[in-house]
């Protein structure tokens, strides 16, 4: 079975330019997270879709921050415009479930390391 | 949402059998307790879940007291390869509790 893909791997960009990421969960994972981990510390929920509904983004930067999943497969992550402070690993996870079951097993991509010069 | 507590690193030999204890004081009646490991420059991965007692798998063991108020993953006979960040989180299963990952403990295996 095939992991949760990501893309790019790495990102360097000068802050106030644009950036998106790319995940695409296992198939048939009908739930989508995206995390940001910042060095040292554990992954923090940015955003979760049921399908292609957002159930949770509560600890998204809505000013700078945009997340979508059309179709309810795929989904992009975008930082507009990038701080400083948005240097971190952004990782993708995705879960079976189509109830918003934060507790099942979730699977992790190898995440998106961003630095912000 | 239950507060978890563990240390922050350890550091154990190969060969040798390691303890994670988890505190999580305020546990309530519906949480389950999740253990996820994650190498460096990977993302987390699930290690195992329990609700109360002791739950087994090809990876680890899960050791939970009757109280529920701490738990203890333990690693039989750890190798270079473990290695790694393991975080222990605690939420219910039946509702859409936030899961919140906390710095984990950095377990470092010595040769």
């Known amino acids: 079975e095939a992991g949760v893909a990501q893309s790019p791997r790495y990102k360097i960009i000068e802050k106030r330019q644009s950036v998106a990421f790319w995940c695409n969960p296992i198939?048939?994972?009908?739930?989508l997270y995206w995390y940001q981990q910042i060095l040292g510390q554990g992954p923090k929920l940015l955003i979760q879709?049921?399908?292609?509904?957002?159930?949770?983004d509560s600890q998204l930067p809505k000013d700078r921050f945009s997340a979508e999943r059309l179709k309810g497969v795929d989904s992009t992550l975008k930082i507009q415009p990038a701080k400083l402070e948005d240097s971190a690993v952004y990782l993708c996870?995705?879960?079976?479930?189509?109830?918003?079951?934060?507790?099942?097993?979730?699977?992790f991509g190898p995440g998106t390391r961003l630095l912000v010069l | 949402l239950a507060k978890t507590t563990q240390p922050i690193s350890m550091d154990s030999y190969e060969g040798q059998e390691v303890n994670i204890t988890c505190s999580h004081n305020?546990?309530?009646?519906?949480?389950?307790i999740t253990w996820y490991q994650q190498f460096p420059s990977q993302g987390p991965r699930f290690i195992i879940q329990?609700?109360?007692t002791k739950v087994t798998n090809e990876v680890a063991s899960l050791f939970i007291p009757a109280d529920r108020k701490s738990s203890t993953l333990s690693l039989p006979r750890v190798s270079l390869s473990d290695t790694a960040v393991y975080y222990c989180?605690?939420?219910?299963?039946?509702?859409?509790?936030?899961?919140?990952f906390g710095k984990g403990t950095r377990l470092h295996i010595l040769p």
């Open positions: 329990g609700y109360k």
């Open positions: 305020n546990i309530a009646t519906n949480d389950y």
């Open positions: 989180l605690v939420g219910d299963m039946n509702r859409d509790d936030k899961i919140i």
């Open positions: 879709f049921q399908n292609n509904g957002v159930v949770d």
């Open positions: 996870a995705s879960s079976l479930s189509s109830r918003p079951l934060r507790q099942e097993t979730q699977y």
């Open positions: 198939s048939g994972h009908a739930t």
